[in-house]
């Protein structure tokens, strides 16, 4: 699918499907944020990856300058916890290994070696995110580790590490790495407005992390109404995705989303990546429609929490009912 434009003053901060090449087989690349659209601190790209009885290519072991999120995210709307495949993934030099079978959220510090990466069973289809910093010029870092050999675009190639296949699977809990491996639940939902599929924990204890948050919302009869207007002291990607199956371009469902001081409306019913630059005024953000179950992505591109509620933008019927919503005191 070729890139969906959004219209309006703020459209650029919009990103829906791609113009890259697939080949059909493998995966459909779903949207891609880089940095040559809008000058953001981290790019993204989100891919559809379908059933393969066979396993997947895999990534050599390597490094990249900055650091980045690998992202895994499932269709099943009976079980939202099921990733619908098995990925294998090693980390660090020992080659740690890992098995990841539900929504997981990777993270991987700047400099540190991991990889391959490789999905080994694929029974229903998954999706794969990567939110990484490149460098202006789209490539992962410049500078060369003297003495390595350079695979690509990657930083450093770590390829001749050894990888034992019969190695046993590690538990996260108590894994040298397993704190970089983090998936929910995130604790009790209602059992009406959503589960919590990756908690943002682990914020505090790992330096650099700035904690994703991963939702799985149901379908309701009624709107949710959910974040009056705001600021965030850093950047923030808002990330819809849909759970069919049968058509990764199916969100299943109808989200308003209000940007810049003005309260520009847009509607988004379609996978798509939303930037917010640092100190820019967004929401309300509104689910109208659901009619089959949707994932909401939150992924910060900083640390502090600071921020500010403009209740005076809202009409002012709607100032105590956004209000219950909001993250800051007016």
């Keep these: 699918m070729t890139r969906f434009f959004y219209g309006g003053k703020y459209g650029k901060y919009f990103f829906s499907g791609s113009d890259r090449i697939d080949d059909g087989e493998h995966g459909i690349t779903l949207a891609v944020v880089d940095q040559k659209a809008i000058k953001s601190r981290f790019g993204c790209m989100i891919s559809c990856l379908y059933p393969k009885n066979t396993p997947y290519g895999t990534h050599p072991a390597h490094i990249h300058k900055n650091s980045e999120y690998l992202v895994h995210v499932g269709t099943n709307n009976e079980n939202p916890f099921d990733l619908g495949a098995e990925v294998d993934l090693r980390l660090g030099k020992e080659m740690e290994r890992y098995l990841i079978t539900s929504p997981t ?7 540190f070696i991991h990889s391959p990466w490789t999905p080994k069973k694929v029974w ?32 450093g ?12 699977y590690t538990n996260p809990s108590n894994g040298k790495y397993g704190k970089y491996v983090i998936s929910g639940p995130g604790g009790p939902d209602d059992g009406e407005h959503g589960i919590t599929l990756v908690p943002p924990e ?11 948050i991963m939702s799985w919302l149901p379908p309701k009869s009624t709107p949710y109404r959910m974040h009056p207007p ?18 990764p371009f199916d969100l299943g ?44 992505i939150q992924i910060p591109h900083g ?28």
């Design 157 to 168: 190639d770590y390829s001749f590490l050894p990888v034992n296949e019969d190695a046993p």
């Design 124 to 155: 229903r289809p998954f999706i794969f995110m990567q939110v990484s910093q490149p460098q202006p010029d789209g490539t992962y870092g410049q500078e060369m580790p003297e003495g390595l050999p350079v695979s690509g675009r990657q930083w």
């Design 202 to 212: 682990g914020r505090e204890k790992i330096n650099g992390y700035y904690g994703v």
């Design 105 to 111: 959220v990777v993270y991987v510090p700047a400099g």
């Design 253 to 296: 469902a109808e989200i308003e989303l209000c940007m810049g001081k003005e309260l520009e409306k847009y509607i988004i019913t379609r996978p798509t990546i939303v930037y917010i630059p640092p100190g820019f005024i967004h929401s309300p953000w509104i689910i109208k429609k659901v009619h089959r179950p949707f994932i909401f």
């Design 303 to 330: 640390k502090e929490k600071g921020g500010k509620y403009y209740p005076q933008l809202l009409p002012e019927d709607q100032r105590e009912v956004m209000k219950y919503y909001s993250h800051f005191a007016p």
């Design 230 to 247: 705001h600021i965030h002291t850093h950047a923030e990607f808002l990330i819809h995705l849909g759970t069919n199956p049968d058509d």
